[in-house]
């Protein structure tokens, strides 16, 4: 069988029982608009605050709608068994687990832009710098579905899954540089700020839309990388441990 012939076969039947669902298309549009409604009005200062708040909505629309779907396309195949009849495909493990997360990847960059085309209508986005821009949505949902995976691995149910996700997310939030600078931290919390993916992302994405990125594009993409890299190793390991062995 050829790998690009089961890698498409996968993505397209998760992308059909999963993700292409009413309900999902519906959650992937209105949360991302929710959240930018949310912080918009919180601000209270107008349509200049648009830029500031735009790459964090952008970055929690991506880690909550890949973690989430993952969570249940994951756990769900691996409660019912399903998971189980695809390990005998003839075709690599890491193979078959990209092909599982991919769907959740590109959900999470469609999330993505929701927020910054309703943006587009109303302030400029034209200084936005593209080219770091999109890198930066692709990388921070691959790490956002790996560490997805992660989670699910750790559990048995869906639910578990969805509480799990909730204990990092949240946290994730408020030390990533999200709505509010990393300095402004307590001291305390700046060490495990830089231990997170999110950082990273978020910080380009600021850079990009607005110019205030602490970090030099190049580390945060090679850290971004890593991340992503080592978090799927990581769940290729526990899958093995936990599911296979």
Same mark, same amino acid.
């Given at each position: 069988?050829?790998?690009?012939?089961?890698?498409?076969?996968?993505?397209?039947?998760?992308?059909?029982?999963?993700?292409? #669902?009413?309900?999902?298309?519906?959650?992937?549009?209105?949360?991302?608009?929710?959240?930018?409604?949310?912080?918009?009005? #919180?601000?209270?200062?107008?349509?200049?605050?648009?830029?500031?708040?735009?790459?964090?909505?952008?970055?929690?629309?991506?880690?909550?709608?890949?973690?989430?779907?993952?969570?249940?396309?994951?756990?769900?195949?691996?409660?019912?068994?399903?998971?189980?009849?695809?390990?005998?495909?003839?075709?690599?493990?890491?193979?078959?687990? $990209?092909?599982?997360?991919?769907?959740?990847?590109?959900?999470?960059?469609?999330?993505?832009?929701?927020?910054?085309?309703?943006?587009?209508?109303?302030?400029?986005?034209?200084?936005?710098?593209?080219?770091?821009?999109?890198?930066?949505?692709?990388?921070?949902?691959?790490?956002?579905?790996?560490?997805?995976?992660?989670?699910?691995?750790?559990?048995?149910?869906?639910?578990?899954?969805?509480?799990?996700?909730?204990?990092?997310?949240?946290?994730?939030?408020?030390?990533?540089?999200?709505?509010?600078?990393?300095? #402004?931290?307590?001291?305390?919390?700046?060490?495990?700020?830089?231990?997170?993916?999110?950082?990273?992302?978020?910080?380009?994405?600021?850079?990009?839309?607005?110019?205030?990125?602490?970090?030099?594009?190049?580390?945060?993409?090679?850290?971004?990388?890593?991340?992503?890299?080592? $978090?799927?190793?990581?769940?290729?390991?526990?899958?093995?441990?936990?599911?296979?062995?």
């Amino acid at each position: 069988m050829k790998l690009w012939i089961a890698f498409w076969n996968i993505l397209a039947k998760d992308m059909r029982t999963y993700y292409l #669902k009413p309900p999902n298309i519906s959650w992937g549009i209105f949360f991302p608009l929710a959240w930018t409604g949310m912080f918009f009005i #919180k601000s209270g200062s107008g349509l200049d605050s648009i830029p500031s708040l735009l790459p964090g909505v952008v970055a929690v629309s991506i880690l909550f709608g890949t973690t989430s779907m993952l969570a249940v396309n994951v756990t769900f195949e691996k409660k019912n068994r399903s998971f189980e009849r695809l390990l005998l495909a003839p075709i690599p493990f890491e193979i078959l687990m $990209l092909a599982k997360t991919s769907g959740a990847i590109l959900f999470g960059v469609v999330n993505a832009f929701v927020p910054v085309i309703m943006a587009s209508f109303l302030a400029d986005l034209s200084a936005i710098d593209w080219l770091a821009f999109v890198p930066a949505v692709f990388l921070i949902a691959v790490a956002s579905t790996f560490f997805g995976l992660f989670i699910a691995v750790a559990v048995s149910e869906v639910f578990e899954a969805q509480t799990f996700s909730n204990f990092f997310r949240f946290p994730m939030m408020f030390l990533c540089g999200l709505f509010f600078p990393i300095a #402004k931290l307590p001291l305390f919390l700046k060490p495990l700020s830089y231990i997170l993916p999110l950082t990273y992302g978020v910080d380009i994405l600021h850079g990009a839309v607005h110019g205030g990125h602490a970090i030099s594009y190049s580390l945060s993409f090679v850290l971004l990388i890593v991340f992503c890299v080592g $978090l799927f190793a990581i769940s290729l390991w526990n899958i093995r441990r936990k599911w296979i062995m």
